[in-house]
Every structure is written in structure tokens, then in C-alpha cells.
């Protein structure tokens, strides 16, 4: 898949592109797909920053977007860290609310004729996506939740990822090394010696990550490198094709199905 060309570079986390690029790049697609990134701000222990998700999920996102013709959304940096609340920082916005704000978006790039979404989720706290995504899929809208856990699967095993997806729950070895590799001015001294496993968390959703773990680290951030971060990074990039592929090719077909089925 080619990229879509030359793309200005971004000022931190908020795209850098006039609406004259992305009149130019909507121009040269069939089909517009747009790429939201959801991260959180909450706990990452004492060595990864509050915004680690929303950094994982910008830099997955902008992977994708230097391979792919998509149009790159700034993050939403506020989501569901109820589990969270008890380390001081942490912030949250309820699942309803969530829930809306995605919606709107949808809403909001389909009257300015972007017809898919692709959500870049980069908290596992935030359920209520997967529920958007259903939602709107059943009204004949495009919209697709990246990565599956089969995606963050085939990263971890080409970037040599030693800890289980089970294991690596927070601020373990994939967060750590995606941020070495793409923001290493933001990991502190302390991931060598951080790891903690704690693989039955079955009570997490009534007890909060705080029964589990007093540093808020769950998994092997001692593991965790920049090279590892960057293929993670590619990899996630590569398995991102299908997506594309499938709402592209599709656009147009699903709504007009449901708009049948309505009349």
C-alpha cells in the first residue's frame, strides 16, 4: 500500500495538515478513511508518563498514517481509567461519555464525505469502543476498532516481545518499548527494575488495578527496547491493510444494504 506522500510533520500529538492537504489526499482515494487515536491519561507507574496511552495510540496511528492514504485525527486524551483512580493524576471520563464523543466524530467526518473510521484504541479500559464499533457497523456505517488482539499477537511475536499479552497487562514490556522508541525523553530511570506479574486479575473491574499491584506496573517493563517498539510498531502497521482493505472496498455497500433493508 502506498503512503500518502509527503505529510507535514506533526507539533506533538496534533497533525500538522491544512485542509488543503486533506482536500488533496481525499482527492486521490476512492474511499476516505479517517484514523482516531483514543489513549487515556492515567497511571503508568513511576518511570512511564499519565499520557503513555495516548502515546501509543498517536504512534500507532502515525505508523499507519506514513503508510496508508488515511486522514490522521488528533487523539482523544481522556477515556475510561476508572480502574485506575487510585494513584494520584489519573482522570476519567465516564463510558457513556466515550461513547458519544466517538459517535459525534463519525457523525461529524461522514457530512464532510470521510465515510470509514478506524478507532486506534491504546487502553484496554476503554470496552465501550468495541460496543461503537458494533453499533455502528449493525447501522450500516463504517467503522472498524484497531488493534485486534490477534494484531498486538503477531507484534509481539516478530519484535521478539518475551511477556504473554496476559502478562504484559500495564506499563509492562510493549508500553516501555514502544516509548523507547518513539518517545524515549519520556521514560524515567526505574523500568529495569519495575516488573511485577499478577496473571489472575479475575476481580479487577470490582477491586481496581490497585488489588493487584502498589506501583501500578503489571508486567516486564525490564524487557522492554526500542527496537522492540519499533517493530512492534511495523508490524501493527502491516496488519492494519486488512482494515483498510475491508473498509474501502466495502464502503457504500453496507449502508446501501441497510438502507434496502430499511425501505
Known sequence: ???????????????????????????GVSTQVAVLPVGSFEQHGPFLPLATD???ACAVAREIAAAYPVHL???????????????????????????????????????????????????????????VVQESSARGERMALF?????????RERAGVSTSLLTDMHAGEIETSIL???????????????????????????????AYTDSGVIGRPSLGSAEKGKELLASLADSFETYFSMLTSAAGTTAEAAESARG
Open 54 to 56: 495516548t502515546l501509543v
Open 147 to 155: 488493534p485486534a488482539p490477534e494484531d498486538w499477537e503477531a507484534a
Open 180 to 210: 523507547l522508541h518513539a518517545h524515549p525523553e519520556m521514560v524515567r530511570p526505574g523500568y529495569e527494575s519495575a516488573d511485577l506479574v499478577a496473571d489472575d486479575r479475575r476481580h479487577l473491574l470490582t477491586v481496581g488495578m490497585s
Open 73 to 131: 485525527l488528533p487523539p482523544v486524551t481522556i477515556a475510561c481509567s476508572h480502574e485506575h483512580a487510585a494513584w494520584p493524576g489519573t482522570v476519567s471520563i465516564s463510558s457513556v461519555t466515550l461513547h458519544a464523543v466517538v459517535r459525534d466524530i463519525a457523525a461529524s467526518l461522514r457530512r464532510s464525505g470521510v465515510e470509514a473510521l478506524v478507532v486506534v484504541n491504546g487502553h484496554g479500559g476503554n470496552y465501550v469502543l468495541g460496543n
Open 1 to 27: 500500500m502506498s503512503g500518502s506522500g509527503i505529510r507535514p510533520t506533526a507539533y506533538g500529538l496534533v497533525p500538522a495538515d491544512t485542509t488543503e492537504d486533506v482536500r488533496t489526499r481525499g482527492a
